[in-house]
Structure formats: structure tokens, C-alpha cells
Nanobody
Framework: QVQLVESGGGLVQAGGSLRLSCAASGNTFSTYVMAWFRQAPGKEREFVAGISWNGGRPAYADSVKGRFTISRDNAKNMVYLQMNSLKPEDTAVYYC??????????????WGQGTQVTVSS
């Protein structure tokens, strides 16, 4: 089992940047696929980005491609989401998630509590 704690959210103007961090507990972090999801008010939670256990072949939602970058540091049990060129429509609660198995856009086993990102126009 793994516990996930997100940080780094906040208020930023459109065009700005934020870096989200997710700290994971446990000594099997390197075996998990990690991902970021987000949920805006009144909308369903959606996949944002995912990364395999070794950091290869990250996947992104079309809405964030070219603006967001997911990365991980297995030595520190950390996963990051660098968000650039932020838009008001990126406003949401962002969640870190983990799962065993292949990198997919659904069916994650573990979730953090979320961190709020608000982008003002």
C-alpha cells in the first residue's frame, strides 16, 4: 500500500507556471505507475498525465500536451507535474494517483487528497 500527499497548488495568473509535487510513502514506489488527475467544479475527474515505473513514455491528455510535463524521482519517492502556460480552464483540484500494471487512464488504486490549482484570467 502507498500513501500519497500532493503539494504545490495555488493561485496563478493565466500564462504562468506551477509545479505540483506528490510524495509517496513505502519502499515499493518504483514499481508503481504514477499519474495526475484533475477535477473541476461540476465536472468529472479526468486524466491529465501518467508515467511508467521507469519514467519512460509518459502519456498526456490532449488538453495539456506541450504545456505540462510529468516526471518522477524514484530515489526520493516523488512525482512531479510541471505546468506551464496555464489557462483558466486548468483550474481544478489536482490529484496524484498510483497503480500497479500498465499505464492507463483509469482504474488507479491509490489517491492523494488533492491540491487546488486556480488560474485567473
Amino acid at each position: 500500500q502507498v500513501q500519497l500527499v500532493e503539494s504545490g497548488g495555488g493561485l496563478v495568473q493565466a500564462g504562468g507556471s506551477l509545479r505540483l509535487s506528490c510524495a509517496a510513502s513505502g519502499n515499493t514506489f518504483s514499481t508503481y505507475v504514477m499519474a495526475w488527475f484533475r477535477q473541476a467544479p461540476g465536472k468529472e475527474r479526468e486524466f491529465v498525465a501518467g508515467i511508467s515505473w521507469n519514467g519512460g513514455r509518459p502519456a498526456y491528455a490532449d488538453s495539456v500536451k506541450g504545456r505540462f510535463t510529468i516526471s518522477r524521482d524514484n530515489a526520493k519517492n516523488m512525482v512531479y507535474l510541471q505546468m506551464n502556460s496555464l489557462k483558466p480552464e486548468d483550474t481544478a483540484v489536482y490529484y496524484c494517483a498510483a497503480r500497479y500494471g500498465p499505464l492507463v487512464q483509469g482504474s488507479y488504486d491509490y489517491w492523494g487528497q488533492g491540491t487546488q490549482v486556480t488560474v485567473s484570467s
